[in-house]
């Protein structure tokens, strides 16, 4: 079965249970709408993997990926989607190298979309005046999320063909739309 965002939604909702993960997968899952538009490609399609592909996470965090194949595959999901939720971890913690526009893409956004929100969220605006020139000037400071590997985004980046810009302003526009569900309106509505 191609994975749709209602599938992934279904097959996550017993694994993916923390606020913080939850909000993760869906900054990951708007992203790759906004890739999936640039390269022509079925955004629900996309949005689904990058809805999914942090299915284990939660329940092994220090086994990232070591939980998925199996049982996706047993789960039904097609064998393309389960390589390419394998494919984000490339280096890291699969050896499976990211080869479709999906697999890169997905590789490229994962981190990405840790410094978007970070950035965002310092804003009184949030995302919805983000800029990409505001994306880049962070990206250079490697104490600002920290925790966001720069060297994999660059990778991603480097994989497509694409400048880091160029794939943080897709990441921007699928993002913005979804900025309420996302808690990335900004300080001015905190708490509202």
Not at 21 to 48: R, T
Not at 50 to 55: E, I, N, S, V
Not at 112 to 120: E, F, H, R, V, Y
Request: charged share 30%; glycine share 8%.
């Amino acid at each position: 079965m191609k994975l749709t965002l209602e599938k992934a939604k279904e097959l996550n909702k017993d694994h993916v249970t923390k606020e913080n993960l939850m909000i993760h997968c869906l900054n990951v899952c708007y992203a790759m709408e906004g890739m999936a538009k640039h390269f022509g490609e079925d955004p629900d399609h996309w949005m689904g993997v990058g809805y999914l592909h942090d299915f284990d996470y939660e329940e092994y965090p220090e086994e990232h990926l070591q939980h998925t194949q199996d049982e996706l595959l047993a789960l039904g999901v097609d064998e393309e989607d389960v390589r390419a939720i394998m494919s984000h971890g490339f280096g890291i913690c699969t050896d499976v190298e990211p080869i479709t526009n999906l697999e890169k893409s997905l590789f490229a956004v994962d981190e990405l979309t840790g410094i978007i929100q970070a950035c965002a969220r310092m804003r009184p605006n949030g995302i919805t005046d983000l800029t990409v020139k505001s994306i880049k000037k962070r990206f250079k400071d490697k104490r600002f999320a920290a925790k966001c590997n720069r060297e994999v985004i660059q990778q991603g980046c480097d994989m497509l063909g694409m400048e880091l810009g160029e794939v943080a302003g897709i990441c921007i526009d699928g993002m913005r739309p979804h900025a309420e569900e996302i808690g990335l309106l900004g300080t001015e509505h905190a708490g509202v």
